[in-house]
């Protein structure tokens, strides 16, 4: 009776902290959308460069009249997917990081703002980033290293032999690796009516503005970032000069020797490589040779390319 009775007692307070969470996302939405700041959205998944682009856009004062907000879910199965893969990784809403109930509690506040701008055919500004999805799921999966098992979080984090080798099995056997061949769909068809396979992408120029009837997307590929950020920004939004500003570098991060390790040591199976870079997404983004690039550099089979 008493583990029943704690049972409701969580739920009670996980509703409520959600309902706080939320409210307060709104109020902040309205506040500023009635400050003539309306929304420009860095939607993507993580680890495409989405950090850099959103503090260059806030480091600009030809940006001023919007809220930048950075966003990776925003669909009902995207936000139900986020939360799960929440739940997977760190267990009860309580365990939580605020930083990650903050940003699925905006999401859902962001997602209905958007449901209801369409209905009014209001318009937004959207900007997403593509990348290497074999690299953005390994660097993801290092950003999201509060998911990693306790006992492995702990070997590595002390730099103890045999950390990296568990890595590699763990994130074989335990990461969603499908999101990047998902996301697409999921989220910017879903959500802003853009089918990224309907338009060619100019693979060498690394950017295209998509247009649908409730969004302009612009899409960037972070292999190109830094030649086409301002040429893209310029045809975009009009902005001149915008100056791109890296920011959340692996390199700098605790765990920057264990992934240049996991980079050097991975060697992944000709079956993933094929289901990563033969899909029709990548293929668009991407030609034949660039994919070809990035094969080789995730495959023990050849020679790796640094």
Known sequence: ????????????????????????????????????????????????????????????????????????????????????LEEKGRGRWVDFPRAEKILLTEGRALADKIAKAAQEKSRFKVVSLVRDPVATNISAFFQKYGWWPRWLYKKCKKGEAGCVDELVKCFMRDYPHSVPLEWWDMELKTVFGVDVLATPFPKDRGY??????????????????????????????????????????????WYSAAYSEFRRVIDLPQSYLDTMYGSQVYKNFYSLSELDGFRQKWSQTKEKIE
Do not use: W
Request: one cysteine or more; glycine letters at 6%; aromatic letters at 10%.
């Open 1 to 84: 009776m008493n583990h029943k009775r704690e049972n409701i007692v969580s739920a009670l307070r996980r509703a409520a902290e959600e309902k706080y969470y939320y409210a307060k996302a709104v109020r902040q939405i309205e506040q500023q959308t009635h400050a003539d700041r309306m929304p420009l959205l860095v939607h993507t998944m993580g680890k495409v460069g989405s950090s850099s682009t959103r503090r260059s856009l806030r480091a600009s004062d030809a940006i001023s009249g919007f809220s930048i907000y950075g966003t990776y879910f925003l669909s009902e199965e995207g936000l139900r997917f986020f939360r799960q």
């Open 208 to 253: 295209e503005i998509y247009r649908s009837t409730n969004a302009d997307v612009l899409i960037m590929k972070l292999e190109k970032l830094r030649d086409c950020f301002g040429e893209a920004f310029r045809e975009f939004m009009g902005v001149e000069n915008l100056e791109l500003i890296d920011t959340n570098v692996a390199s700098r991060k």
